[in-house]
Structure formats: C-alpha cells, structure tokens
C-alpha cells in the first residue's frame, strides 16, 4: 500500500480559498489514480476530484467550477485547489490512491471503495 499525507487543511470564510496537498510515499505504480474524497459528520464518504496516471480528471457535481485537481507524477503529489468554498464544503478530507484491478476508471473513478490507500485526513471547515 501507499502511505499518503494531506496537508493544508484550515478554516475560511465563506468565499474564501484553501489549497489541500497530498503525498504519496511510492512509486507512481501504486498511484494510478488519486483523488481527494470528503466526509461530513453522519453523512457518507463522497468522491470530490479524482486524476489518473494519463491527467484525465473527475469531479464530483457539488464542486465542478469550483475546486482543480492536479497532480506531479514525478514528486508523487496530488492537490487540490479549492475556491468559493461554501458552508455545505465543511468536512475531513482525504487523499486516496490506488485502484481496485479490474474496474473502469470511468464508471468508479469517484467511488470510495476503488482506492486501497487512505490518508488520516485533513479538516476543512467554511463558516458562513
């Protein structure tokens, strides 16, 4: 497995931005997709931006215009810019790569159960 590490996480104020970065301590083998999901209390994990191997890119619906993923194979990265950020965004976020063999990129590639590697999480609260 990938051991990864966020960094970047804070408060802000409605509007405002936060720029989260994960890294990955393995080879870009074990990273074929990485991607930042979010978990707010009671609710589920849900998929926020993922990115492959080849840069083709994934976000969820609440954050399309608003939040980029992009990542550094070379140095193993992954970050994920986020701007007007709004209450609703306040949860743990976690980096995750990997890929669970046999699926279409395409059809998970925001699913939490395609990533075997996890990060401990980074807290993201926006007050209104």
């Known amino acids: 497995q990938v051991q990864l590490q966020e960094s970047g996480g804070g408060s802000v104020q409605s509007g405002g931005s936060l720029r989260l970065s994960c890294a990955a301590s393995?080879?870009?083998?074990?990273?074929?997709?990485m991607g930042w999901f979010r978990q707010a209390p009671g609710k589920e994990r849900e998929g926020v931006a993922v990115?492959?191997?080849?840069?083709?890119?994934s976000y969820g619906d609440s954050v399309k215009g608003r939040f980029t993923i992009s990542r550094d194979i070379a140095k193993n990265t992954v970050s994920l810019q986020m701007n007007s950020l709004k209450p609703e965004d306040t949860a743990m976020y976690y980096c995750?790569?990997?890929?669970?063999?046999?699926?279409?990129?395409?059809?998970?590639?925001?699913?939490?159960?395609?990533?075997?590697?996890w990060g401990e999480g980074t807290q993201v609260t926006v007050s209104s």
């Open positions: 393995r080879t870009p083998y074990n990273t074929y997709s």
């Open positions: 990115i492959n191997k080849d840069d083709i890119t």
């Open positions: 995750a790569a990997g890929w669970k063999y046999g699926r279409s990129w395409y059809a998970y590639a925001l699913s939490p159960s395609s990533y075997n590697s």
